[in-house]
């Protein structure tokens, strides 16, 4: 499985601001995803970064609030833009185990740990 | 209705007891079947994959999937302080990169 890094690992926030959070991965891959944690909740998907295009955003995130990049195969970024408290949550980003096909599965990196207050 | 369904727990149990985990989906396309493993301030770890039903064995752990049910289960057996962490089921449809997610069940195992 890939190794995977983010920073930060954690961070104090205050209202308004903007936080980007780093991805990376050492060794290639094709598909890398933005997940978001909140507690006692089910991990959500916010984004797919895919190199050389646009992020693919799920139902109920955007990019003007979620500006993602991806400059490459090993790294990407995520911004939480204009933060409020109800962005407090833990972001985790993972990539797929290989080219998408029925066998690929994710592995995550140890996410960042975002309070805003 | 959620997509899919964990009972959030948490579950204690002593030193040497079996964990038993279970999530339960509606989608009836879900074919790839995951367990993850969360220690406290950590990212998932996969323990366990498995494709369509049956059993997969692993050690001391035994994911099984029965899609007559939509219901797929995680056993630990022997289980251990190190096994204390929050488990995540997670799923897949076919050629289909989107994961879904239960909301996690939290495990002590007690020394």
């Known amino acids: 499985s890939a190794v995977i890094s983010q920073k930060p690992s954690r961070d104090i926030c205050q209202r308004g601001t903007s936080l980007t959070i780093q991805c990376q991965v050492d060794?290639?891959?094709?598909?890398m995803f933005w997940y978001r944690q909140q507690p006692g909740q089910s991990l959500t998907l916010i984004a797919t970064a895919n190199q050389g295009s646009e992020a693919t955003y799920e139902s109920g995130f955007v990019i003007d609030k979620f500006p993602i990049s991806r400059p490459n195969l090993t790294f990407s970024t995520l911004t939480v833009s204009n933060m409020s408290p109800e962005d407090s949550s833990i972001y985790l980003c993972?990539?797929?185990?290989?080219?998408?096909?029925?066998?690929?599965?994710?592995?995550f990196g140890p996410g960042t740990r975002l309070t805003v207050l | 209705q959620k997509e899919v369904e964990q009972d959030p727990g948490p579950l204690s149990v002593p030193e040497g007891a079996i964990v038993s985990l279970n999530c339960t989906y509606s989608?009836?396309?879900?074919?790839?079947f995951m367990w993850y493993r969360q220690y406290s301030r950590k990212g998932p770890e996969l323990l366990m994959y498995t494709y369509s039903s049956g059993n997969k064995e692993d050690g001391r752990f035994t994911a099984q999937v029965d899609k007559s049910s939509k219901y797929i289960s995680l056993f630990i057996r022997d289980s251990q302080p190190s096994d204390s962490a929050t488990y995540l089921c997670a799923m897949s449809e076919a050629n289909d990169y989107k994961l879904s997610f239960g909301a996690g069940t939290t495990v002590t195992v007690r020394a």
């Open positions: 989608n009836s396309a879900f074919q790839y």
């Open positions: 993972s990539v797929a185990s290989g080219r998408i096909s029925s066998t690929d599965t994710q592995y």
């Open positions: 060794s290639q891959v094709t598909m």
